[in-house]
């Protein structure tokens, strides 16, 4: 059998002496072979990799680390297996890419068990550099060189160091490399330890790295911990810089330490004495002081009155008669001002100051130089449904109140007869010092025309017909500076009924009529023209004859009328 396949061979049976004439060894595509140094050339060095024919690689792909070549005929090495056969008839084979499978494979269990690798910065590339890792090229991002951001890399580059690999993918020959991982590793082990050698209360000098807005960064050795701007001193600090500045060296006190975070908390103001001790002895309530205006809100003004003591005057107790204005219209910035102490309360530390009580009270001034019952002159400021307001001296005003304006006409009526700018006199009625309010009254000046016996039931008295109606006449009576007004219905114009008209009288006729009745509380008088006719009726019938004397009622009446003509 074995002479017929060698006289016509089939495919499998080259395929079958091929095998067994390289010794059954498997070359596969794409992999790395053992090869013997055959040859040494100029520039290429001859290779067998046990195939029929051998591969040429070039010499500079065998020069080590250190720049030296020492291969030779006869040496053994590895190479990657390109193609078995190329179109010369030669195998294509490559040192360097054996290289970076071996790396891929060394590599592969570094990154397995989360290791770090040593490499070297190479070159620079759009976005970071290029690291060789032995054989394996890798991209290292150029967040991911240093902790903070590095200008200048030059340092680094071709310095073998540590990187840890944080991500590979060898179908794409992709490898990313960190060196910051490895520092922050590092320096959190060395955080660990430095923070388990601190204790909080402890006092340490350190350096200032760095200034923030709300704080600094101070450097304890190989650790930072954080001043915050509130802890540098007892005093008010707007910003850090007021107190430091980078490269400082202060001494701190480690105020608390977070286990968990390792963050470090630092202090500066605790070394003193805290000024808040014994505050109540030294500003009790009521004393006066001088402070200056460190900062102004809204809703009032914070004064120093040493430093690290620090009260706040509300808006309400800036002004005794500026209400509802911004407190920065009142006070200014590092202006020096006197307050007094309302209250203390040291576990809040908070002093609560007031700024008017610093001054005189303009409504004590008021009741001093003018007490209930004088008069007092000033501009309308305002009318308002309830009455007017009067701007007094000192900026503070009085109020007429609508019923204060006349006696006898309404409130709303008579306001409308004033105009704002006005300069009016008024008489004080009452001044309330805790609820500053002064009330005044206008009518008051003129004299109550109720008041006394002016008017009696029975008095004859002589009006002015001021309005005339369909139901009787509207009269004034009384003196110019107090009149009264009254109503005389059409039943009370007459004792006749046919003159109980009121068409019978103009508006400026001058009557007589009897008051008929005086209501004191409503301030209220009834006239009757009729009564006052009765009245004279009755007297001159009692003086001049009866009703049984034979002498008619025109006789008994031209008789009175003739005396009381002779009379006049």
């Avoid at 951001?149 to 990313?176: C, H, S, T, W, Y």
């Avoid at 060395?190 to 388990?196: D, G, N």
């Amino acid at each position: 059998m074995a002479d017929d396949m060698s006289l016509s061979p089939s495919r499998d049976d080259f395929a079958a002496l091929l095998d067994e004439s390289l010794g059954g060894r498997d070359f596969m595509e794409g992999t790395v072979v053992k090869g013997q140094v055959v040859g040494v050339e100029k520039d290429f060095a001859i290779i067998d990799v046990g195939l029929k024919t051998e591969g040429r690689v070039l010499m500079k792909e065998f020069t080590q680390d250190d720049g030296t070549l020492t291969l030779k005929v006869g040496d053994t090495v590895e190479v990657f297996l390109e193609r078995v056969e190329n179109a010369m008839g030669e195998a294509v084979i490559s040192r360097d890419k054996a290289r970076r499978e071996e790396a891929w494979t060394r590599l592969e269990g570094v990154y397995a068990l989360n290791e770090p690798v040593m490499g070297s910065i190479v070159g620079r590339v759009k976005g970071g550099f290029t690291v060789d890792l032995g054989g394996a090229s890798a991209f290292l991002p150029g967040s991911q060189v240093d902790i903070r951001p590095v200008r200048d890399v030059g340092p680094l580059m071709g310095k073998e160091q540590p990187f840890a690999i944080l991500k590979m993918d060898r179908p794409r020959g992709n490898i990313v490399v960190s060196r910051r991982a490895i520092l922050e590793e590092a320096r959190a082990e060395q955080r660990t330890e430095l923070v388990a050698q601190l204790q909080e209360g402890e006092v340490r000098e350190g350096v200032v790295k760095n200034i923030t807005d709300y704080g600094a960064f101070v450097d304890l050795g190989g650790i930072d911990g954080l001043l915050h701007v509130t802890d540098m001193s007892w005093k008010r600090v707007n910003h850090p810089s007021q107190v430091l500045a980078v490269g400082d060296t202060v001494k701190v006190q480690i105020v608390k330490i977070n286990p968990d975070t390792q963050r470090i908390s630092l202090g500066m103001k605790q070394l003193q004495s805290d000024p808040w001790d014994g505050v109540e002895a030294k500003y009790p309530v009521g004393a006066k002081f001088t402070g200056r205006i460190t900062n102004i809100t809204d809703y009032g003004a914070f004064v120093e009155l040493e430093a690290g003591v620090e009260g706040l005057v509300h808006v309400s107790e800036m002004s005794w008669t500026k209400k509802n204005v911004h407190p920065g219209k009142i006070v200014s910035t590092s202006q020096e001002v006197e307050v007094v102490v309302l209250d203390v309360d040291p576990s809040k530390r908070r002093v609560s100051l007031g700024l008017k009580q610093a001054m005189a009270n303009p409504w004590d001034a008021f009741l001093e130089t003018h007490p209930v019952g004088s008069t007092v002159e000033g501009e309308v400021k305002n009318a308002t449904e309830f009455g007017l307001f009067i701007g007094l001296e000192n900026d503070i005003d009085g109020m007429v109140h609508l019923s204060d304006l006349d006696w006898t006409a309404p409130g709303e009526e008579v306001i409308t007869r004033y105009q704002k700018g006005e300069m009016v006199k008024a008489q004080v009625l009452d001044v309330d010092v805790e609820k500053e309010r002064i009330s005044l009254g206008i009518k008051q000046l003129a004299g109550d025309p109720m008041a006394g016996d002016s008017y009696r039931k029975g008095q004859t008295v002589t009006v002015t017909v001021t309005e005339v109606t369909t139901g009787g006449i509207e009269v004034r009576l009384g003196d110019e500076e107090a009149p009264m007004t009254a109503f005389i219905r059409k039943s009370d114009l007459s004792r006749d009924r046919a003159d109980q008209r009121p068409e019978r009288f103009a508006v400026g006729d001058r009557v007589d009529a009897q008051v008929a009745n005086v209501d004191k509380a409503a301030r209220r008088l009834s006239l009757s023209i009729k009564a006052l006719e009765m009245a004279e009726e009755k007297e001159a019938i009692e003086q001049f004859g009866s009703s049984d004397s034979g002498a008619s009622l025109g006789d008994i009446l031209g008789a009175a009328l003739r005396e009381k003509g002779g009379k006049d």
